[in-house]
């Protein structure tokens, strides 16, 4: 038995950097996530996704949404849709504290599951 089988020598992140703008991921736009990592098999022509080593066409048979990015801009991507998600909250909670004020009823913000 070897020391490294040829399954694992043949399979290498895409890109090595301690700089995340580099790195690619398999990134599902509609709901705003990262999916894999996207790696490069040797003999392959397109890279795969790390987590089931399918590649981009065969994912968006399931998920038509599917892209690849840098891992930097899907990092941004998400960040703004979790912005434009607590400024949404924020909205409502302002909504419903001035609807208590005009009604007299007390409206208690609750932490849920977080």
Do not use: H, W
């Not at 690619?24 to 709901?31: A, D, G, I, K, Q």
């Not at 599917?66 to 998400?78: T, V, Y």
């Not at 998600?85 to 005009?102: L, N, S």
């Amino acid at each position: 038995m070897s020391a490294s089988s040829p399954s694992q020598a043949a399979v290498t992140p895409s890109v090595k950097s301690a700089n995340n703008s580099l790195n690619r991921v398999f990134f599902l736009s509609e709901t705003c996530r990262i999916f894999s990592m996207a790696v490069t098999i040797a003999s392959a022509s397109e890279p795969v996704a790390m987590c089931n080593f399918e590649g981009l066409e065969e994912l968006r048979c399931q998920y038509p949404d599917m892209i690849i990015i840098c891992e930097s801009e899907a990092n941004a991507r998400i960040a703004e849709k979790d912005r434009q998600k607590k400024a949404a909250e924020q909205t409502f909670i302002e909504a419903a504290r001035a609807k208590d004020r005009e009604s007299g009823y007390k409206f208690t913000c609750k932490d849920a599951g977080k």
